[in-house]
């Protein structure tokens, strides 16, 4: 039995629960071993709809603090996620503390599937920011409920391409909404962030005729889009937020929608891959509202990913998983007409559509 001795030992316990009782979470695992170096939380937010799936992250937190608020949130926007996509899943998710350009190692990701294991199958992780197929392929030599894992070993391969594709039938669905035609011809797209998911969303928008401007932290990814499209335009990073854009497309981390920026923002549709992109969803989402910009709620249109390997699960078909990612466009739509008709921002609508689902199962089935 462990005793807590210091009053401030007795707090931090306490402010973990509190976060945990704030979003209702089910359960939490936090993960470290000394020899590997893995330290990682795993927070599982429901199982009402079945087991929880999503991706892991790795990510050079500050603090952690910052890693436990960040798996939090994204675990609980995977159980909104999945029930709005119409899946029989929950929300899940997990982050390892460290630099994914110089931290990974065979031992840390073997020694992160144990811990996976050891959740028998409540929850299936996946690939998230930093974390590629090759990572997963480590964890999968641990336990078998790992989804995203290469064609060659049974699976889809990476599940960006699909995300991607979720991001672009969102953003169609929004010009729509703005504009009366979902052609994205000649609008000015601003992508912040062109890893797997972002440099896909490019492509598209480059095909139909786009004007794009990319900004990243890492100069090698900027490179790497350039060189294929030589007309995409850079943006330095501190000007993200004060270019000329039609459409802001978020695609790195979160909370990129705050106090600070949504005044900056010279856009009239917010949609991108990233995870909670407002920073407080009930401050920025109406503020959002009312400056007339039309939010593409993140979890609805980054579904493309968790889609994928769903059907990855159940049995892969990718028609299947593309189809039900282009269904994202009219999801959008309804949510867009409820908020119109309700007079309440778009986040809101959303999360009420997927609580319906939620609540309606939970007289069906127990948790998981």
Known sequence: MIEVKETSDVQAVQSVIDQLSKFDHEQVLFCQDKTTGLK????????????????????????ETEALTDVLRLSRG??????????????????????????????????????VNSLAGKYITAEDVGITTRDMELVALETEHVAG??????????????????????????????????????KKVMVQGVGHVG????????????????????????????NKHSQVQVVALDQVYDVDMDIYAPCALGATVNDDTINRLKCSIIAGAANNQLADETVHGKVVMEKGIVYAPDYLVNAGGIINCYWEVIGYNREAAMSQTEEIYNTALRI???????????????????????EAIKHVQSSF
Not at 82 to 97: H, P, Q, R, T
Not at 200 to 222: C, H, N, P, R, W
Not at 337 to 350: F, G, M, N, V
């Open 149 to 186: 894992l290469p064609e060659y070993m049974g699976g889809s391969g990476d599940p960006s391409p699909v995300t991607a594709y979720g991001v672009y039938m969102g953003m169609k669905a929004s010009a729509k909404q703005q504009y009366g035609s979902d052609s994205l011809n000649g």
């Open 78 to 115: 995977m159980t909104y996620k999945s029930s709005l996509a119409g899946l029989n899943l929950g929300g899940g998710k997990a982050v390892i503390i460290g630099d994914a350009r110089k931290d990974k190692s065979e031992a840390l990701f073997r020694r992160f599937g144990k811990f």
């Open 336 to 358: 867009f007409a409820k908020s119109a008709d309700e007079q309440i921002p778009t986040y809101l609508a959303a999360n009420q559509l997927a609580e319906a689902r939620i």
């Open 199 to 226: 440099a896909t969303l490019v492509d598209y928008l480059v095909k139909e005729g786009a004007q794009v401007m990319i900004s990243d932290i890492f100069e090698d990814s900027l490179k790497a889009i350039t």
């Open 40 to 63: 990682a939380i795993i927070a599982i937010h429901n199982t009402v709809l079945g087991p929880s799936l999503g991706g892991t992250r790795m990510w050079a937190y500050k603090t």
